[in-house]
């Protein structure tokens, strides 16, 4: 028993995905608000209303706070390709390497370089500059998502390469770029990172609200979250549907463990409910619509959906991911894209209906947006979590099983540092909570009235501009 608590493989699978998952909750919001901040910022170029830049020097500070933890987590989760996983660069290096450089050279380094000038270069440079600086940045998150992307849809379906000598050796990049699954899990992590962005952004300007705030730039700001939920949501159903048909193409032992089938059959039902038991392979208290799985699956009623059984060799030994964690989870992203399907279109009906009020939202609305600030990064952390576990036991499909990349350390090490992180990340996660909290209730008591003392080089001066930069909102 106590071998087993202290099992290498086991603790640094559980350390990789806390440094993961806490990692992707800064990209996940930096990817979407730069292109959030680019839009506030040529509203404001196009209308001339200052709530505009002030709703953009508000917003800018959360990516700046976001931007830097995502660069903390980030360095620390790529030391353990060294420490714990050396297998993994050992075998598909050839790959990964390149597309990991790609990442840094193409994205970063523009992000970092471009971010400061949108935090304080709006009276040292000219509009037009601080606004490709906006641009440049938020093209640079994008890349850098587009090159991760690359990289963990090549490890699901891996293409454009061959094995010599049991390392990887790539002979097509527009293959390895572009493989099967590229397209369609950018296309719906993209969508992921709006949502998260757009509840958040609901979810803080409806804390404002409450707080008593009526000004301009929380309006506009409100409206933006809300509608941008409001469109997004379907297009990602509709992104989501497509990027189910390809897992069932290219990887259907996850979508049996999604489903929760183990048995394959057309007409399969649709489980809405159920607790699979791994030993006995079968569902308890199971809830179901019979034929509906086929229908959304494959788009005909008789359409064959793939069980978990097929995925047992003759010796017993299971090819397929651990199905309660994908299973829950899967079903958690769903729920919770249906939540913000509801939740964007009441809440839009209610602005449009109330565009002309001061009192935009009734209160209970405006006190349900505010948990839904978090629920972009519980949908994304469920899916990202069927994605990765779903992938099991393999790390990069059909080349190399996630124990083969493991390292020689010692299950004491790796349990001490993952007790380290944890810790860590809980005290960082409280206090960026709590600073995004702060700066709401200080721009909520300011009600967007401040007024620095000069504007762009050559400009006037704009609410919540550049003085407001260093500090919490006024």
């Known amino acids: ?15 990789f995905a806390a440094n993961i998952s806490f990692h992707i909750l800064f990209p996940t919001i930096t990817i979407a608000l730069g292109w959030v901040l680019l839009y506030f910022k040529l509203q404001y170029n196009r209308s001339g209303d200052q709530a ?30 060294g420490t714990n996983w050396p297998g993994f660069m050992e075998t598909v290096g050839n790959v990964a390497g390149p597309l990991l ?36 940045v938020a093209f640079g998150t994008t890349m850098s998502a587009f090159w991760i992307l690359v990289l963990n849809s090549w490890m699901q379906t891996p293409a454009g390469f061959e094995m010599r000598d049991g390392v990887a050796h790539a002979t097509d990049w527009w293959a390895i770029v572009f493989n099967p699954s590229m397209p369609y899990r950018l296309a719906h992590m993209l969508l ?26 929380m309006r506009k700001a409100l ?5 941008l939920g ?19 193409e290219h990887q259907p032992a996850k ?44 788009h005909s009623l008789d359409g064959e959906v793939p069980g978990l059984n097929d995925f047992v060799l003759e010796d017993g030994t299971v090819k397929h991911p651990p199905v309660v964690p994908v299973f829950f989870a899967f079903r958690i992203m769903v729920g919770i894209g249906v939540l913000m399907l509801l939740v964007s279109w009441t809440a839009s009906w209610f602005l449009w209906r109330r565009r002309a ?16 600030a978090l629920s972009g990064w519980v949908a994304t952390l469920s899916g990202w979590y069927v994605t990765e576990i779903g992938r099991q036991p393999w790390l990069v499909t059909g080349v190399m099983t996630t124990k083969d990349a493991l390292g020689p350390v010692a299950g004491g090490m790796v349990l001490s540092t993952l007790l380290a992180y944890l810790a860590v990340y809980v005290l960082l996660l409280g206090a960026y909570m709590f600073v995004i909290v702060r700066l709401a209730i200080k721009a909520a008591r300011a009600g967007g009235t401040e007024r620095p003392d000069a504007g762009p080089a050559g400009g006037t001066a704009i609410p919540g501009g550049p003085d407001a930069m260093p500090q919490p909102a006024e």
Do not use: C
Not at 115 to 131: A, D, E, P
């Open 230 to 248: 409001a469109i997004l949501i379907p297009i990602q159903i509709f992104a989501g549907d497509l990027h189910g048909l390809n897992t069932l």
């Open 255 to 298: 979508i049996a463990a999604m489903e929760g089938h183990w048995e394959t059959k057309s007409r399969a039902p649709l489980i809405l409910f159920a607790l699979p038991d791994e030993d006995t392979r079968e569902n308890n208290l199971e809830i179901a619509i019979p034929g509906l799985a086929s229908l959304i699956l494959t």
């Open 357 to 372: 009020s001061e009192e935009a939202l009734p209160r209970w609305l405006a006190l349900g947006l505010v948990p839904m």
């Open 223 to 227: 409206n933006t979250g809300v509608a």
């Open 52 to 81: 505009w830049m002030s709703a953009y020097f508000f917003w800018v500070k959360v990516f700046a706070l976001s931007f830097a933890m995502g660069v903390v987590s980030g360095i620390t989760m790529s030391f353990q390709f």
């Open 1 to 15: 028993m106590a071998e087993s608590a202290f099992d290498p493989f086991i603790l640094s699978r559980i350390q």
């Open 192 to 217: 992921a990172s709006g949502l998260t962005v757009a509840f958040v952004i609901a979810g803080v300007s409806a804390l404002r609200y409450l707080l008593g705030d009526r000004s301009s730039p």
């Open 101 to 136: 450089a790609y990442e840094v050279l193409t994205a970063f380094f523009l992000e970092a370089v471009f971010v400061g000038i949108m935090l304080f270069g709006f009276r040292r440079v000219s509009n037009r500059v601080h606004t490709l600086a906006t641009f440049l």
